[in-house]
């Protein structure tokens, strides 16, 4: 009696994921849900009201760990996971935390064809690129020893005015705007984070490379 739950905050995706499990569940037994799991609430009160609280759950948790503050990764996994439950995620690692082995992944990041993929919202919001300085940085997480991120900034230099869906958005000059991030972790550091709300990691999946990796975990309290 296996039940799939697509949750995404896009609801393209989340229709074409119910329809590809069409061939192997029921219609009745699949739950789409269009939400953003960082700042929804009653997500696990809705997931046990629609398939009561004696099932066995997996959760996938793919491409969210790198883009979330790492607050926001325990709170979301606090929010609906369950002691028992396995989650099955995905991080960007380094093998060694220090800003050396950052830089050495940095030009998957600052590369013409990313840069001209973030600055899409800005160009779509109509300000010209002579009003901002763009920049890829490294930056050291103070709330996490040793944990680093890469981040993509725009520093506006002049007073700019923008047009973000609809809705007019003044920056001064001066003002800092990031407009992406990337979090790299060691395997410590991952396991450290995730042990704080009783997430233990059961096995491991590592690129030969050492930058990515898959953790199948399981709460234990």
Known sequence: SLHFVPLDVSRELVLRAAEQARPFVP??????????????TGLRQWLDGTLGTDRKRGFTF???VPNLMPAAVVSTLDGLVRPGDLVLLSANMVRDGGDAAIREVLPQYDNPETCAWLLTLLEDSGV????????FSIVEDPE?????RIEARVVFQRETRANVMGDTVDFCSG???RIFFSYRYTERQLEQLLSRIGVQKMDSWMLGNGEEGV???RRTD
């Open 144 to 148: 996490h020893d040793g944990l680093r």
């Open 128 to 135: 010209p690129p002579e009003n901002y300085e763009f920049s």
């Open 175 to 177: 003002f800092v705007l």
């Open 62 to 64: 793919f491409g969210m």
């Open 27 to 40: 219609d009745q037994r699949i739950h789409p849900v269009m939400a953003d799991v960082e700042r929804s």
């Open 215 to 217: 953790f199948l975990c």
